[in-house]
């Protein structure tokens, strides 16, 4: 098994449609990230969560809602999405710690290609 | 702000050619790690090394090394004799500081590698 993986790996949808995508991680890892790549922009964190809490939520539009219910995965919840949300979506996970100064390497899943009509 | 720049936005040289990939970052941190990853077309960002701030030895890893030169706010990648397989978006990135137990990595734009047969 792969370390982080996505689901699914494609998507198009209407603005009127709700969505979610899917992350796994299977590092053992306590902290996971959602980024956005689009064609105009270098890689954007969205969000991230922490032993299961969002501790950063980078002004991204409540059209997009995240939702970790432990620490193995990770959803992108998806409604009322504009042609600009087309983009790859990428999940990380690292397994960050408390010690001060610590900071572990994070690894990505291979993307949602998502497609916004 | 933390930033990376990667200034080369498109490199295409013929294999067996030696290529190398410029990274400068700016950070007020005295503490930081940097890191370069590479995104093959099948998007998924693929880990390649890590770097303490402390840490200014340069590293070779096979074909692949990287000169961080702290005085010039450098992280650079040379690929020796390159390969085909090497064809890719590569990425430098610059950690922030850890924020209740998660860091954030700020990404430069990226450099389209094309090594033509």
């Known amino acids: 098994e792969t370390g982080v993986t996505q689901t699914p790996r494609h998507l198009v949808m209407g603005m009127t449609n709700k969505k979610s995508l899917k992350c796994e991680q299977h590092?053992?890892?306590?902290?996971m990230y959602w980024y956005k790549q689009s064609a105009k922009k270098p890689l954007e964190l969205m969000f991230v969560?922490?032993?299961?809490?969002?501790?950063e939520n980078n002004s991204v539009p409540s059209r997009f809602s995240p939702e970790c219910p432990n620490s193995s995965h990770l959803f992108l919840h998806l409604h009322t999405l504009q042609p600009e949300d087309s983009a790859l979506y990428l999940c990380?996970?690292?397994?960050?710690?408390?010690?001060?100064?610590?900071?572990?390497?994070?690894?990505f899943g291979p993307g949602t290609r998502l497609t916004v009509l | 702000a933390q930033k990376v720049t990667q200034a080369q936005t498109e490199i295409s040289v013929v294999e067996k050619e030696d290529v190398t990939l410029d990274c400068v970052y700016e950070?007020?941190?005295?503490?930081?790690?940097l890191f370069w990853y590479k995104q093959p077309p099948s998007g998924e960002l693929v880990f390649l090394i890590r770097?303490?701030?402390?840490?200014?030895q340069n590293e070779i890893s096979g074909r692949y090394s990287w000169n961080f030169q702290k005085s010039t706010s450098s992280f650079n990648f040379t690929i020796t004799a390159s390969q085909v397989v090497d064809s890719a978006v590569y990425f430098c990135a610059l950690s922030e500081d850890i924020i209740q137990g998660a860091q954030k990595l700020v990404f430069g734009q990226g450099t389209r590698l094309t090594i033509n047969p």
């Open positions: 770097r303490n701030s402390f840490d200014e």
């Open positions: 969560y922490n032993f299961k809490e969002q501790t």
């Open positions: 590092l053992g890892h306590n902290a």
């Open positions: 990380a996970s690292s397994q960050d710690d408390e010690r001060e100064g610590y900071l572990d390497t994070q690894y």
């Open positions: 950070t007020r941190d005295t503490t930081y790690y």
